[in-house]
């Protein structure tokens, strides 16, 4: 029986894209794993070509009848996993030698996280993330925006999702990572390893470039239950993550001005006056 499932969907992905991240995956050095690639039923064959030049006994292959959209692919391939950890891993990303290796040792460690994301750099740019490492901060995160989480390159304990029946939803794609992450935040906790082991491709393909209008709305349907079923963390949330500047007239507080990571309001006597989106990059579905 395999100890870790890699969950990677594939639809129409560029041949060298693909084969990298395939390459990164089998050159772990934790080797104990099934490798689920699914087809979201590509149109582009090379797909399915580049798929099956590889003869690694670890790879499962799979083909969607029809497109299932990102949603539908992600639980079939739920249901396809039999490893303690799922691996969730993206088609055109890299994933570092010891990813998994250092994944799984820290869950091991600590049997009460459910979550566990890595650090990740831009492929081709020296950025490289900020992910919060301890359980709360992550979870204020999550409650004030789309979060500092990397989906891709997540580690999740197969028992908490199966426990509480938490699947990934389409009303909410392609924000159906974020959603699941929120549907998580009551019931284990969430953590990130220091290290970089992961490294994210941005390019015009990513569905967070596609359909940035549709993520946004689905976004804001995330956050809405979030912060209604999570009142003490939201709460908390908007402490640590608003900054309020508040300006005054012969000592009478007259104008305020509130900011997050997405927006900026302006409160004149308590009421709001006007407020401004900011423009923030997005992490892909």
Known sequence: MPFVSILMPVYNTPAHYLREAIDSMLAQTFTNFEFLILNDASTDPQVEEVVNSYSDPRIIYAVNEHNLGIAGTRNRLLDMARGNYLALMDHDDISLPQRLEKQVSFLEAHPETGVLNTQFQFIGREKRSNIPLDDISIKM????????????????????????????????????D????????????????????????????????????????????????????????????????????????????????????????????????????????????
Request: contains cysteine; hydrophobic residues 40%.
């Open 141 to 176: 995160a999550l409650m004030m925006h789309c979060g500092d989480m990397c989906h891709p390159s997540c580690m999740l304990r197969r028992s908490v999702l199966v426990e509480h029946g938490i699947r990934y939803e389409e009303m909410f794609s392609p924000s159906e």
């Open 178 to 285: 974020h959603a699941l992450f929120c549907r998580l935040l009551p019931h284990t906790r969430f953590a990130a390893l220091p290290d970089i082991l992961f490294r994210y491709r941005a390019w015009p393909g990513n569905v967070s470039h596609r359909q940035a209008k549709r993520m946004e709305a689905a976004t804001q349907g995330v956050l809405a239950f979030a912060r209604r079923d999570n009142p003490e963390l939201w709460a908390m949330a908007q402490v640590h993550l608003c900054r309020i500047w508040r300006y005054y007239l012969c000592g009478i507080p007259v104008l305020a001005r509130e900011r997050t990571r997405c927006e900026t309001k302006w409160r004149f006597f308590g009421l709001p006056v006007w407020r401004v989106r900011e423009s923030l990059p997005r992490w892909k579905a």
